[in-house]
Nanobody, 127 residues
Framework: QVQLMEAGGGSVQAGGSLRLSCLAS????????MAWFRQAPGKEREGVAA???????SYGDFVKGRFTISKDNAENTLYLQMNSLKPEDAAMYYC?????????????????????WGKGTQVTVSS
């Protein structure tokens, strides 16, 4: 069993930055694909960024170089550095994990395969 807890959300002005963190506890090891997703009211959950088990990084098309995902294995913590935030980035951001024996590839940014989820952290961006 894996528990995920996000932190770091808040309210910023357009152009600002936030750093989200996700502390993972429980039976977690290197064979976990981990990712950030977001969901705005009335919209579907979408993949923001992912780190696959082979180290491959994936980003949603809308990121366009503004966000960086990273992981501190020693601290069991996943990060998402978000720069140049836009009002359309406002959403609840979720951390997710999936135990897998092979790389997820393009599926890493799809919410369906993930079986562990945090409760989310809210990001608000004002114009």
């Amino acid at each position: 069993q894996v528990q995920l807890m996000e932190a770091g959300g808040g309210s910023v002005q357009a152009g600002g930055s936030l750093r989200l963190s996700c502390l993972a506890s429980g039976d977690i090891d290197a064979k976990y694909c981990m990712a950030w997703f977001r969901q705005a009211p009335g919209k579907e959950r979408e993949g923001v960024a992912a780190i696959d088990i082979d180290g491959t990084l994936s980003y949603g098309d809308f990121v366009k170089g503004r966000f960086t995902i990273s992981k501190d294995n020693a601290e069991n913590t996943l990060y998402l550095q978000m720069n140049s935030l836009k009002p359309e980035d406002a959403a609840m951001y979720y951390c997710a994990a999936l135990s897998t024996i092979s790389p997820m590839g393009w599926l890493a940014l799809k919410p369906g395969p993930y079986n562990y989820w945090g409760k989310g952290t809210q990001v608000t961006v004002s114009s």
